[in-house]
C-alpha cells in the first residue's frame, strides 16, 4: 500500500471528521464472527501520535517526548472507555520517551539498570551494553544469524539479548523474590515497572549502518559497537498488572509472507532485495522458522503475520478475541503518522504491536490479579470470546523467530488458533502469582534460592517443552 497517498487520503477525512481516535466500547468477539478481509477503512484509522512526543527541546536541539500517563488519572483509570487506540499510543509514545536523546544517548541505556536473567544487575563501565555468550540464546534455545552477503565481510553474526529494568520494576522483584508465595500470591506490580529485551547486533554485520542505533558495547569481553534491532517494551499500567507488551523492530529486517496468494498450500518466501536476516537470492519455506533447538538455524527467516494480526489464504483474517480490522488499521495509522513526524534515527523502526489482557470486569488490582491465576496456562488462548487483546499473535522477528506459528506448526497457510503464540504462551500467572508473568521475577527467585542463571535458563526451556506436549 503506498503509505503517503494512504496518509493524505485518510488526513483529509480527519479534516471532515470530528471523531476522535477513541473507539467506541470496545466489541467483543463472537462465535458468529465473519471472517473479515483487510480494506482500507479509514473511518477505523484515525489512531494519531500527539505533536508533544515531538517537541524538541530549545536548549540541546534533541526532542523531549514526555512520558505517557499511566496511573488512575490516565486513560486506563476507566476500563470501560479506554480504546484500542489508548494501547498503541502508549506503546509509541513509551518508546519516544525511552529513545530520547540523554547525555549523548537514549534514556534507556542512561536511566534503566541491564541486569541477567535473575535480575542481577550486569557490571558496565560507563554504562555500556555488556553481552556474553549466555546472551544469544533466545527462548526456544534457536540461535538467529544474518545473512553473510549483507556485509563485505561475507560474514555471519549472531544476534544477541540483552535485558534493562527501571527502578520500581528491579525494586518489587528484589522486595518479593526472597519471600515465601504465600506472601505475594495476590500480589501486582507497581503502576510504571517497566521492563526491555532488545536484540543486538555486531554492526559489521551491516554494510551501511545509517539507518540503525549503533552504540558502543562489550560483547564477549572486547569492545565492539552494536546495531540495534529489536525491542520489547513490557510496561505496567493501571488495570493491566499483566503488563503491556508491545514491540518495535527495524524497518526492513526480513520480507513477509504472502497471504494475499496463498490459497490451499503454502508460498514459498523470496525477497527482491537483500536483508539482514535474508538473502536475495533464498527461497524459505516453513522449516526457516520452526525451531531447531540446539541445531543449526537457517538465516534465512521471515514475518507470517503483519503486526502480530493472524491471517488465513486469500489475506483473511483469522476468527479471534480481538475484532478486526480496527485492531491492524490502528497500528498501521499510527506507524504511518509517527513516520510522518519523527526525523531522527528511530524513525527507522516501526511499532510491530501489543497485546494485553481484558481486565474490564475485575477490580485493579486484587481481583484482576486473581484472574491471572485463575487463567494459568490458558492467558494466551485468543479464541473468540477470550480475554486476550491487540496483537493476539504477537511477535518479535528478532526475538520470537522461530514461535511465530506456535511451537509445533506443520503448515503455514493452516495456521490456526489451537496452535498459535503470542506473549502469553509463555509468560503466565501459572505458578500461582501474577509476578510469576515476570520471566526476570522467576529468576530473581531461583537466585534468592542459590540457583545458577544456567539451572535458570534450562528451567525455562524446560517449561516451554512441557507446553508444547499440551499444544500436540
Known amino acids: 500500500m503506498n503509505n503517503f497517498k494512504r496518509l493524505i487520503g485518510i488526513l483529509t477525512l480527519v479534516v471532515l471528521m470530528t471523531t ?11 462465535s458468529d464472527q465473519e471472517l473479515e478481509t483487510y480494506v482500507n477503512t479509514e473511518a477505523n484509522a484515525l489512531c494519531i501520535a500527539d505533536a508533544s512526543w515531538f517537541t524538541i527541546d530549545p536548549t540541546t536541539g534533541k526532542r523531549n517526548t514526555p512520558a505517557p500517563k499511566e496511573d488512575s488519572t490516565s486513560v486506563f483509570g476507566n476500563n470501560v472507555t479506554v480504546s484500542n487506540c489508548d494501547f498503541h499510543q502508549w506503546s509509541w509514545q513509551k518508546f519516544l520517551w525511552l529513545t530520547n536523546d540523554v547525555s549523548g544517548s537514549p534514556l534507556f541505556m542512561q536511566n534503566l539498570i541491564q541486569v541477567d536473567n535473575q535480575t542481577v544487575p550486569v557490571t558496565s563501565l560507563d554504562k555500556k551494553i555488556v553481552l556474553s555468550s549466555a546472551d544469544n540464546v533466545q527462548a526456544t534455545g534457536d540461535i538467529l544469524n544474518t545473512n553473510k552477503s549483507f556485509n563485505a565481510k561475507d560474514t555471519s553474526y549472531s544476534v544477541y539479548y540483552s535485558i534493562h529494568v527501571n527502578k520500581t520494576l528491579y525494586n518489587s522483584i528484589q522486595k518479593y523474590a526472597p519471600k515465601d508465595k504465600s506472601e505475594y500470591v495476590d500480589a501486582t506490580f507497581p503502576i510504571g515497572s517497566l521492563e526491555l529485551k532488545i536484540a543486538w547486533v555486531d554492526a559489521n554485520a551491516i554494510e551501511d549502518t545509517s539507518s540503525y542505533f549503533v552504540t558502543d558495547a562489550v560483547v564477549e569481553g572486547t569492545d565492539t559497537k552494536i546495531a540495534l534491532l529489536g525491542m520489547h517494551v513490557v510496561g505496567i499500567v493501571y488495570n493491566h498488572p499483566e503488563f503491556v507488551w508491545a514491540t518495535f523492530e527495524h524497518n526492513d529486517l526480513v520480507p513477509y509472507y504472502d497471504w494475499k496468494s496463498t490459497t490451499t498450500s503454502d508460498i514459498p518466501v523470496t525477497s527482491k532485495t537483500n536483508k539482514l536476516l535474508f538473502d536475495v537470492n533464498a527461497t524459505a519455506t516453513i522449516a526457516n522458522i520452526t525451531s531447531n533447538g540446539s541445531k543449526p538455524d537457517s538465516t534465512n527467516v521471515f514475518a507470517v503475520n503483519q503486526y502480530g494480526v493472524p491471517r488465513q489464504p486469500l489475506d483473511a483474517f483469522l476468527k479471534t478475541s ?8 490502528n497500528i498501521d495509522f499510527i506507524n504511518t503518522n509517527v513516520h510522518s513526524q519523527l526525523t531522527d534515527i528511530w524513525n527507522n523502526y516501526f ?17 484482576q490479579a486473581q484472574l491471572l491465576v485463575s487463567l494459568g496456562g490458558k492467558l494466551h488462548d485468543a479464541s473468540p470470546g477470550k480475554l486476550p487483546r491487540g496483537s493476539v499473535a504477537a511477535y518479535n522477528i528478532t526475538m520470537e523467530t522461530y514461535e511465530q506459528l506456535g511451537f509445533t506448526p506443520t503448515t503455514i497457510h493452516g495456521q490456526n488458533l489451537a496452535g498459535m503464540g503470542n506473549c502469553f504462551s509463555c509468560h503466565s500467572a501459572g505458578k500461582g502469582s501474577s509476578l510469576n508473568i515476570s520471566h526476570i521475577f522467576n529468576g530473581a527467585v531461583d537466585n534468592a534460592n542459590g540457583h545458577s542463571s544456567e539451572k535458570t535458563k534450562q528451567k525455562h526451556l524446560d517449561e516451554i517443552h512441557e507446553f508444547i506436549k499440551t499444544m500436540q
Not at 20 to 30: F, G, N, V, W, Y
Not at 322 to 329: A, G, I, L, S, V
Open 351 to 367: 511499532y510491530n504491536g501489543s497485546i494485553w489482557i481484558d481486565t474490564e470486569h475485575y477490580s485493579y488490582p486484587t481481583k
Open 322 to 329: 480481538q475484532t478486526e480490522p480496527k485492531n491492524f488499521n
Open 20 to 30: 476522535s481516535c477513541k473507539d467506541a466500547k470496545k466489541e467483543k468477539a463472537t
